[in-house]
């Protein structure tokens, strides 16, 4: 039932995400003057729709994307001084042209999107896009600093019996007794003090267990609301620590004996920020992967194999995680903490629609970014020079390029969806 409702949660922000995508198109472009007969969230058979004004709203039956008809969006051939070109690629061309002016209503041609200046088409194509970068940035912000992630406490969960390197390991008569354990430091106790030392993270107290290094010293806990301080010695045992040179080196370092509990705990705004900037950073990395990640899932998919956890995934893979985070059954993790998962979830799935709706091909955004900034150049270009404006850029000749690029996207999410289904990346093997 819960990997249902996970499910479920993930295909709704799916589709809120799509749909603030759209809005981040719809928006600028009726302020513009821009006429949108279409807003659409989903592809396939109308599931629902309602006309409100000159825009018809709806919702498609699969959710894979959606669209927003801008009217006029490639200029008739007199307006860019285009002459018919033989074969099948002239008549796509000319097809997109014919159907281009046909959405547009007698004496609204100034209603045309081709007719917008290049800084108005660059923020029309983009809205889309940073709409989605802006929505993950909330998400991750909303997940890290105002839930939290997960980590240790200075709250004691556990003790060592003995002087050990593991909490668990068996203890003879001989051994000697951890220093945790003999100065009555207890369960639950949280230390707030090492050594002097004001203590506020898990890392703050391994580190300085670490350099008391078998010395007398002082620790402060609260126990029950009441502060205790509490005097004890450090043993010395051996423990690889990373070199300076990054390789693993014996060390002789201070040990306690206390093992931390586990809260989920708010991080600072600017930590939220930096990991927002090295996920947008790692998201980006794998779109400029993506054909040789295809690759490796083609070859696991239909030679055999395992598919890694790094593995690109699909929509049937993600929303397949989505499942297992919210059915995972694992003492410590409660809602909270299947929130800050599913949050984080959405987060990169909105990243990856930034990052992937900016390459620059059509039909994806960055394809009409790139002929909105060839229109702009060429027409600084000629202000400079002292020469007559030219007129909008000829976008309807990327037509095939357009339908190329759909096949292969088609073609991409197939073999996504193909591959999710059986050779699947799961969380729980």
Known sequence: MLFVVGVAVFVLGLLVSIALHEIGHLVPAKRFGV??????????????????????????????????????????????????????????????????????RPGEDHRAFYRLSAPKKLVVMLGGPVMNLVLALVLVVLAFSAIGVAGPTTTVGALSQCVSVSIDAECGPDDEVAPARAAGLAEGDRIVAFDGQEITRWDELAEAIRASAGREVAVVVERDGAVLELALRTALVDREVAGADGEPVTQRVGFLGVTPTSALQRVPLGTSLAMFGDLTWQTTKIIFTLPARLAEVAQVTFGGGERSESSVIGIVGVGRIAGETAAVESEGVGLAQRAVVMLSLIASLNLALFAFNLIPLVPLDGGHVVGALWEGARRQLARLRGAAPPGPADTARMTPLAYGVFLVLAAMGILLIYADLVRPVSLTG
Do not use: C
Request: charged share 20%; proline share 9%; glycine share 14%.
């Open 35 to 104: 006429r949108v007969s279409q807003y659409m969230v989903g592809f396939g058979p109308t599931l629902w729709s309602r006309t409100k004004g000159e825009t018809e709203y709806g919702l498609k039956a699969i959710p894979l994307g959606g669209y927003v008809r801008l009217v006029g969006m490639y200029p008739p051939a007199e307006a860019v001084g285009a002459t018919p070109r033989p074969g099948r690629i002239g008549e796509m061309i000319q097809s997109a042209r014919e159907a281009s002016a046909a959405e547009i």
